[in-house]
């Protein structure tokens, strides 16, 4: 945009190409849009296993020891009860 004259001149949008819409997405409908945008952000089946989401309480030491990780402590943490559940369920 021209900052002088406050205008798009033709220089600053350059043509566009047949590759530019194989994508495009054209509606004349609101709803449609928005179910199209919806299908496109909902996402696919998850490639890992699934982690359950349960309520549980920690001692405040234990919390803080991980939260002072930093991000990410809660796979950290994960990972640490994981590794104990290893090294004690093959002395059953």
Known sequence: ???????????????????????????????????????????????RETKEQVAVRFSPEVLTFFRATGPGWQTRMDQALRDYVAKHHSSD
């Open 1 to 47: 945009m021209s900052a002088k004259h406050g205008h798009v001149s033709i220089d600053d949008a350059p043509a566009t190409q047949p590759e530019d819409w194989i994508n495009t997405f054209v509606t004349h409908s609101i709803d449609e849009l928005r179910a199209a945008v919806a299908a496109r952000r909902t996402r696919g089946p998850n490639k």
